[in-house]
């Protein structure tokens, strides 16, 4: 089993064990998010608008026992029991 770990405001947490979290603008569950290419948001080229910007930073998209959050994908860890 895969398991999907983000470090959330300081914390690990396994996104496995909240039967409501889904990750990315596709809504999947963190299984289905790793199974099916774990898509993040991740420009080739960065919009002159947001060069220097947090907006313009590779990020994903999860909720999470009721928060919605947007993190950067170095903050995932995969782990298979």
Known sequence: MKKVYACLIGEWV???DDPDCVIS???KTPYLWWEEGAP???PVTRNKDTEHS???LDYVNLYYKGKDYRINPIFIQIVTD
């Open 40 to 42: 993040v948001y991740a």
């Open 54 to 56: 947090l907006y313009g």
């Open 25 to 27: 603008d596709s809504k």
């Open 14 to 16: 396994c996104l496995n």
